[in-house]
């Protein structure tokens, strides 16, 4: 079946602007990670949705970043007035319960 | 703070030799221990899971060992090929929290013919 679908692939965009990306589950997967992953870095969780439960917000950089999941499946995360300091790459992953995750090929943001 | 250490370097082998990556953890204990794969461009790919209680796990030319007393995961490829060539990442799961990964920053591995 369809893995997880991210989009924007790639996304460059002026300092300042606010940029969304998309990520599309697995069917069915009730968790939904988002994750940032800087050039040679390793992963950098930001938040975390299960269900209908309220979502860990405790790996938010700032409150420049906020995400949202609508009816339990697509997600959205949001960066407001962006700096140059945010390009890197947003993965998403999403799993069943606390089966390993599945990732997202991510979108790659470049803040010029 | 918690945190998974992978060696930065990279690490080149001959096709057909044992590849062999470390894990270490410091400041906290995961009860279990996942290692992804990751090639340029695209999202990491699940291998396997170990959990604190299992010495060691085989997964076809794949191996995991956790030894909860050296706070290390080994990962081991056997007979590997050019195409075992890529990034693998190490992460760790505390016990009773959800899946919440912590991730090294990865060890690039190149198997050269």
């Known amino acids: 079946g369809a893995g997880v679908s991210q989009s924007p692939s790639n996304k460059v965009t002026e300092k300042g602007k606010d940029v969304e990306l998309r990520c599309d589950p697995i069917?069915?997967?009730?968790?939904l990670y988002w994750y940032r992953q800087s050039l040679g870095q390793g992963l950098e969780f930001l938040i975390y949705?299960?269900?209908?439960?309220?979502?860990?917000k405790s790996g938010l950089p700032s409150d420049r970043f906020s995400a949202e999941r609508t009816g339990g499946s697509v997600s959205t995360l949001t960066i407001q007035r962006t700096q140059q300091e945010d390009s890197a790459v947003y993965l998403c992953?999403?799993?069943?319960?606390?089966?390993?995750?599945?990732f997202g090929d991510g979108t790659r943001l470049s803040i010029l | 703070s918690q945190k998974i250490e992978q060696n930065s370097e990279a690490l080149n082998i001959q096709e057909g030799k044992t590849a062999t990556l470390t894990c270490n953890y410091t400041?906290?204990?995961?009860?279990?221990l996942q290692w992804y794969r990751q090639d340029p461009g695209r999202g990491p790919v699940f291998l396997l899971l170990?959990?604190?209680?299992?010495k060691e796990k085989r997964k076809e030319r794949l191996k995991v060992t956790f030894d909860t007393t050296l706070k290390q995961s080994l990962f081991h490829i056997t007979a590997s090929q050019p195409a075992d060539s890529a990034t693998y990442l190490c992460?760790?799961?505390?016990?009773?929290?959800?899946?919440?990964?912590?991730f090294g920053a990865g060890t690039r591995l190149a198997v050269h013919p």
């Open positions: 170990i959990r604190e209680n299992e």
């Open positions: 069917s069915g997967h009730t968790a």
């Open positions: 992460a760790g799961i505390l016990s009773g929290g959800y899946n919440k990964l912590i």
């Open positions: 400041n906290y204990s995961p009860a279990y």
């Open positions: 992953a999403s799993s069943e319960g606390r089966q390993p995750q599945h």
């Open positions: 949705f299960q269900g209908n439960s309220a979502p860990d």
